[in-house]
C-alpha cells in the first residue's frame, strides 16, 4: 500500500485546511485510514480515524473543529481542518492499517506534510 498526501499549508489563526491521502496498491482490506501528527521532539499522535464501516474516532482537542471522511471508492481519506490554532502546527501523516484474508495487520504511512498556522 503507497500512500500520498496533500493538502497542507501556512493558514492564519481560525482559518481552514483540507488534507487528502490516496491509497494506491493492493491489499485484502484496509480496515482504517487517518491522519496522525508530529512536532519536533514529540512522538506521533493520532488526530482522527476512519474505519470501512465509517465509524470515526477523534483526538480530544480537534473534536468539533475537524472532520474527518473517506472515499471507498476512490480510496482516498480527507480531514477537514477548521478553526485552525498555532497548537495544531505539525507535521501530518496519513496512515492506512491493511488486513490480510488470514489476519495480519499492518499500518502504512505517507509521506507527511506539513501544516503551520501562524498566531
Known amino acids: 500500500v503507497q500512500l500520498q498526501a496533500s493538502g497542507g499549508g501556512l493558514v492564519q489563526t481560525g482559518g481552514s485546511l483540507r488534507l487528502s491521502c490516496v491509497a494506491s496498491g493492493s491489499w485484502d482490506s484496509l480496515v482504517s485510514m487517518g491522519w496522525y501528527r508530529q512536532t519536533p521532539g514529540n512522538q506521533r499522535e493520532l488526530v482522527a480515524l476512519v474505519s470501512d464501516d465509517g465509524e470515526t474516532n477523534y483526538v480530544d482537542s480537534v473534536k468539533g473543529r475537524f472532520t474527518i471522511s473517506r472515499d471507498n471508492a476512490q480510496n482516498t481519506v480527507y480531514l477537514q481542518m477548521n478553526s485552525l490554532k498555532p497548537d495544531d502546527t505539525a507535521v501530518y501523516y496519513c496512515?492506512?492499517?491493511?488486513?490480510?484474508?488470514?489476519?495480519?495487520?499492518?499500518?502504512?504511512w505517507g509521506q507527511g506534510t506539513q501544516v503551520t498556522v501562524s498566531s
Open positions: 496512515n492506512a492499517r491493511s488486513v490480510t484474508s488470514w489476519g495480519r495487520a499492518r499500518d502504512h
